[in-house]
């Protein structure tokens, strides 16, 4: 993982937390257990730096509600 990718996640990751009220490290623990962040955010990297952050975190949130990672 480059270094783009790698502050990318941790952007995503700190707003999640901001945004869910939930702390840094459970926003990396679902994301990762839900197979969101390497198998979604990593390989998508290229289109969602591109997003607005408001956009970004509705699109993650409702992808971690999909996988049964949040309550619907």
Same mark, same amino acid.
Not at 9 to 33: A, D, F, G, H, P
Not at 65 to 72: D, I, R, T
């Given at each position: 993982m480059?270094?783009?990718?790698?502050?990318?996640?941790? +952007?995503?990751?700190?707003?999640?937390?901001?945004?869910?009220?939930?702390?840094?490290?459970?926003?990396?623990?679902?994301?990762?257990?839900?197979?969101?962040?390497?198998? +979604?955010i %990593?390989?998508? +990297?290229?289109?969602?730096?591109?997003?607005?952050?408001? +956009?970004?975190?509705?699109?993650?949130?409702?992808?971690m509600?999909?996988?049964? %990672?949040?309550?619907?």
């Open positions: 480059d270094r783009n990718i790698l502050e990318f996640v941790t +952007y995503c990751i700190s707003k999640l937390s901001q945004r869910l009220n939930i702390s840094q490290r459970e926003v990396y623990n679902r994301l990762n257990k839900s197979g969101i962040l390497y198998g +979604y %990593v390989p998508s +990297y290229d289109v969602l730096h591109t997003f607005s952050s408001r +956009y970004l975190m509705d699109d993650l949130t409702d992808f509600k999909e996988k049964g %990672v949040l309550p619907q």
